[in-house]
């Protein structure tokens, strides 16, 4: 494709840009920065282009690119460091201290009901629960696999019922 044909092409796809940027950035001044970037970038790399493919679709993907990255800057910018001697970057988590009371006392209920089974649900159930399959399960209780099938939706059943409240 010639030069001049390049240009009016890929300038005349640039009203088609305008509702993309828009949806991009969500503000008409940087929507327009971004049109104005992205026909600045396709108009410098016209090389780059191969002729028989869709130029709308590739002025839409450099648009892309160019709002992610512009993101990404945005965002490494807008990150705060401390100069203090134990160089912490300020929007870390890794402060956070976590509270896991919750969690265990959720974990002893359903440890407590699974105890709480009967033996004949409890390991179909616990040998399942550990990664055996159920042929396997079967194997190693000489059981049929429909018993250890209806044992283990048994258990469930029956935990079920147990840690509602959870």
Same mark, same amino acid.
């Given at each position: 494709?010639?030069?001049?044909?390049?240009?009016?092409?890929? #300038? *005349?796809?640039? @009203?088609?840009?305008? &509702? +993309?940027?828009?949806?991009?950035?969500?503000?008409?001044? /940087?929507?327009?920065?971004?049109? =104005?970037?992205?026909?600045?970038?396709?108009?410098?790399?016209?090389?780059?282009?191969?002729?028989?493919? /869709?130029? $709308?679709?590739?002025?839409?993907?450099?648009? $892309?690119?160019?709002?992610?990255?512009?993101?990404?800057?945005? *965002?490494?910018?807008?990150?705060?460091?401390?100069?203090?001697?134990?160089?912490?970057?300020?929007?870390? /988590?890794? #402060?956070?201290?976590?509270?896991?009371?919750?969690? /265990?006392?959720?974990?002893?209920?359903?440890?407590?009901?699974?105890?709480?089974? =009967?033996?004949?649900?409890?390991? &179909?159930?616990?040998?399942? @629960?550990?990664? +055996?399959?159920?042929?396997?399960?079967?194997?190693?209780?000489?059981? &049929?696999?429909?018993?250890?099938?209806?044992?283990?939706?048994?258990?469930? $059943?029956?935990?079920? $019922?147990?840690?509602?409240?959870?």
């Amino acid at each position: 494709m010639e030069e001049i044909d390049y240009t009016n092409t890929v #300038t *005349k796809y640039a @009203y088609s840009l305008k &509702p +993309f940027a828009l949806s991009l950035t969500r503000d008409m001044e /940087n929507a327009h920065d971004l049109i =104005q970037e992205t026909l600045l970038r396709a108009l410098s790399s016209q090389e780059k282009f191969t002729e028989g493919t /869709n130029l $709308k679709a590739w002025l839409y993907t450099i648009m $892309k690119n160019i709002f992610i990255n512009n993101y990404r800057r945005n *965002k490494k910018r807008n990150t705060i460091i401390d100069t203090t001697e134990d160089m912490y970057v300020i929007n870390s /988590n890794s #402060t956070r201290v976590t509270n896991n009371g919750e969690s /265990n006392l959720t974990m002893e209920s359903v440890t407590l009901a699974v105890n709480m089974l =009967q033996a004949e649900f409890r390991v &179909p159930f616990m040998m399942h @629960y550990n990664g +055996f399959k159920y042929h396997e399960i079967a194997d190693h209780l000489t059981l &049929p696999i429909g018993t250890v099938k209806s044992r283990i939706h048994f258990a469930r $059943k029956e935990l079920k $019922k147990k840690l509602a409240r959870y």
